[in-house]
Structure formats: structure tokens, C-alpha cells
């Protein structure tokens, strides 16, 4: 999914706001530089979010009969795929 600069520097204050507020986490530091890091966090998650979606729509892509988009076969597929691809970049 893409988002505007906006739209994740939005998240980013939303989700430093929550660590603020939780007695589970506690900043120690500037805010800016949390801000800073939070903001890459999201980006790299993102780029891997494209790179998957990117991989699934190629497989789909890849078969001999082709799947018009959209259909309910090609939703299943799409799903059980996203999954499959999911697992694999999933951290151990």
C-alpha cells in the first residue's frame, strides 16, 4: 500500500503518542529521533508489503490460463498466495 509522507508522519506521531501513553514502553531519547525511526520502520514494512504484493500478482500472472482479476477464483487465489508469500518472509 502506498501512503503520502503525510499520511506516515500522521502514523508515526499516532503511533509515538501510544508508546507515550503505555507503561509498557518508556522513550528515552529525543522524540524527533523516535519519530525519525518509527517513520523508517514503516517505509521498510511498506517496501516489503509492495515487494510481496509485487510477487503474488507475478505468480498469478504466471500460469497458463489466464485469471481475470477480480473474479472470485482469482480472489482465492490471490489470498491463498498472499499467505503462502507471507510465511515465507515472516521473521523466525
Known amino acids: ?14 503511533i509515538l503518542g501510544c508508546l507515550k501513553k503505555t507503561s509498557a514502553a518508556k522513550l528515552k531519547g529525543d522524540e524527533t529521533q523516535a519519530l525519525r525511526e518509527i517513520k523508517r520502520i ?4 511498506l517496501a516489503q508489503e509492495e515487494a510481496i504484493e509485487r510477487a503474488v500478482r507475478a505468480k498469478l500472472a504466471s500460469y ?3 485469471i481475470a482479476e477480480g473474479s472470485q477464483e482469482w480472489e ?3 489470498r491463498k498466495t498472499m499467505e503462502e508469500e507471507l510465511r515465507k518472509h515472516k521473521p523466525a
Open 1 to 14: 500500500m502506498l501512503l503520502s509522507d503525510d499520511k506516515v508522519t500522521h502514523l508515526a506521531h499516532v
Open 64 to 66: 497458463s490460463r489466464p
Open 76 to 78: 482465492v487465489l490471490y
Open 42 to 45: 514503516l517505509a521498510s514494512e
